[in-house]
């Protein structure tokens, strides 16, 4: 069982410079997240989807696109990659609403320079 | 005001010794509320969950929780050196949909 699974783990963009991060999920969960981490800090919201063909906004969603077209992946894309944009970005899902708590993905380090 | 805080740290304690955190909220209606453990360079793991007023145990955590106070708090007993790491708080607001987190304590545990 593999949980959620991110990929790459690690990559650096070059200024303009477009990307997809890949997240699939093997444990049938419908919701959906994807959260970035900079440097001492905690987690903010980028976008997230309560099931296929459903996405919605969070905190920090500018610079960002989603989108969910089966149940088990949710790729996250960068368009025109800003510094700004280096961080760690974790993927997360859950089974039902959140009230039963994510499982991350092991994070997807990001550095554009 | 931030909608979760928690005291950046560091918070050192002896090993042994019980290393206490402290969350607090701002959406009066929040549903849930959750406890991550975050290792340097880690993804955030779940070890508490706690859906009611009261204290919950597991282990040699407990987890605390005051609704008409808008707190939780996360008790380590008997401090490890592995437990030295970042301690997230998170909570589920009214729709349910998704969490919030604060901002992490650091925890160190000095043999």
């Known amino acids: 069982n593999a949980g959620v699974t991110q990929t790459p783990k690690f990559r650096i963009l070059k200024i303009g410079q477009s990307m997809t991060l890949q997240c699939a999920q093997d444990?049938?969960?419908?919701?959906m997240y994807w959260y970035r981490q900079d440097p001492g800090m905690g987690l903010k919201l980028i976008y997230y989807s309560v099931g296929a063909g459903i996405t919605d906004k969070g905190e920090v969603p500018n610079g960002y696109n989603v989108s969910r077209s089966t149940t088990e992946d949710f790729p996250l894309r960068l368009e025109l990659a800003a510094p700004s944009q280096t961080s760690v970005y974790f993927c997360?899902?859950?089974?039902?609403?959140?009230?039963?708590?994510?499982?991350f993905g092991s994070g997807t380090r990001l550095t554009v320079v | 005001q931030k909608e979760v805080e928690q005291n950046s740290g560091p918070l050192s304690v002896p090993e042994g010794a019980i290393a206490s955190l402290n969350c607090t909220y701002s959406d009066r209606v929040s549903q849930s509320f959750f406890w991550y453990r975050q290792y340097s360079g880690k993804s955030p793991e779940l070890i508490m969950s706690?859906?009611?007023?009261g204290d919950k145990e597991d282990g040699r955590f407990t987890a605390q929780l005051n609704k008409a106070s808008q707190y939780v708090s996360l008790l380590i007993r008997d401090s490890q050196p592995s437990d030295s790491a970042t301690y997230l708080c998170?909570?589920?607001?009214?729709?349910?949909?998704?969490?919030?987190f604060g901002g992490g304590t650091r925890v160190l545990v000095k043999p």
């Open positions: 444990m049938n969960h419908n919701y």
């Open positions: 998170a909570v589920n607001g009214a729709a349910g949909n998704k969490l919030t």
């Open positions: 706690i859906y009611s007023n």
């Open positions: 997360a899902s859950s089974p039902g609403t959140a009230n039963y708590g994510y499982t």
